[in-house]
């Protein structure tokens, strides 16, 4: 699809199990950003790549939170040891971000990924 | 540091009538100010947003909002509330030039009452 997609779109999971959250970016968004919705606690940013590379992780809670992303395309976000905590649900958003248009243009999210901690 | 305020969680409205969101930002420098939607079980969509064009800007589903920099403000207004306009609201902030920095309020939910 023409969209930003999100897998899985729900995960129940055990506490300290790990989880893996895919993002499929829009083609040719060279931006991407993760996102934490947390009720009534608005979106929390977590952490921006710029084609690879993540300039700030500064966002990430623990380091039980890490990510990536391969090929100037599809990232990962990673719990490890999830903690009933982390429940929420984690947003995926793209943008072109040539130079300039970074923090001027539209952001493309996904429908989100809904993780349960039992 | 940039943040945004938004006032009040939720909202009522009834059909036909005016919607007021509130939104206050704080930037160091001017910002870039984003309204976004999102309804149930959805992402988020842009609404409408100020790039430091004309100070009201006209969005999707006949939305608009006032970049008011005395006040800080960006509140978005619709005259006639709709059914379907019943979602949360998210106002956004960027740093500019160019920073890949967007700061979110907390959302407002906004019911619509027949």
């Known amino acids: 699809g023409a969209g930003v997609s999100q897998s899985p779109s729900n995960k129940v999971t055990e506490k300290g199990k790990d989880v893996e959250l895919r993002c499929d970016p829009i083609?040719?968004?060279?931006?991407l950003y993760w996102y934490r919705q947390s009720l009534g606690q608005g979106l929390e940013f977590l952490i921006y790549f710029q084609g690879n590379s993540a300039p700030d992780k500064s966002g990430l809670p623990s380091d039980r939170f890490s990510a990536e992303r391969t090929g100037g395309s599809v990232s990962t976000l990673t719990i490890q040891r999830t903690q009933q905590e982390d429940s929420a649900v984690y947003l995926c958003?793209?943008?072109?971000?040539?130079?300039?248009?970074?923090?001027?243009?539209?952001?493309?999210f996904g429908e989100g990924s809904r993780l349960t901690v039992l | 540091a940039q943040s945004v305020t938004q006032l009040g969680s939720h909202v009522s409205v009834s059909e036909g009538a005016l919607v007021l969101l509130r939104c206050n930002y704080s930037s160091s420098v001017p910002p870039y100010l984003f309204w976004y939607v999102q309804y149930p079980n959805q992402g988020l969509q842009l609404l409408l947003k100020y790039t430091s064009a004309a100070t009201l800007v006209k969005g999707i589903n006949g939305f608009e909002a006032e970049f008011k920099k005395s006040e800080t403000s960006f509140h978005l207004t619709k005259p006639s509330a709709h059914m379907s306009d019943a979602a949360e609201y998210f106002c956004a902030v960027s740093d500019r030039p160019g920073t890949y920095k967007y700061i979110f309020g907390t959302g407002t939910r906004l019911k619509v009452l027949a």
């Open positions: 083609s040719g968004h060279t931006a």
């Open positions: 958003a793209s943008s072109f971000g040539g130079q300039g248009a970074i923090g001027s243009g539209e952001l493309f």
